[in-house]
């Protein structure tokens, strides 16, 4: 069990690392932190609370995501689903935003970013699944 972990982890490290380099790099591409802001920020308000420090909000939204996706992927990447729990992942990233009442313009404002969401969930799975196929 602890290698589906530590293999899910990495992939939600692999996608976070690819996300922020094109983040930082490049225009017209997935912002998939602000959405991951915003909701984080959506949910601390039903406890009247919000994070309005920019990067201690960066910093918690980063983390719950690298968690929540580490388990995502520990559960679904390491078994024969790889593929497609990648390609669930990303049709949910661009897809779900909007449905929870949140701005999905960051990940969902153009075909371009959509595609590039859809790629970087992707490519966590295929990490994922290539880090427990060298463990296990």
Known sequence: ???KIIAGLGGAIALN?????????FDNVPEVNKVGEEA?????????MK??????????????DVISNGIYYAA????????????AAGVGAVMLPEKMGLDDSPVAG???KKLMTV??????????KLIYDKIK
């Open 1 to 3: 069990m602890y290698k």
């Open 119 to 128: 790629g970087y969930y992707l490519f966590g799975a295929v990490v994922t």
């Open 51 to 64: 994070i309005t420090d920019k990067d201690q909000l960066y910093a918690a939204t980063l983390a719950g």
């Open 17 to 25: 690392l690819l996300h922020e380099i094109v983040r930082n790099n």
């Open 40 to 48: 984080l920020n959506k949910s601390l308000e039903t406890v009247d």
């Open 110 to 112: 153009s075909t371009q």
């Open 76 to 87: 679904t990447a390491t078994s024969g689903f790889n593929l497609v729990s990648g390609v």
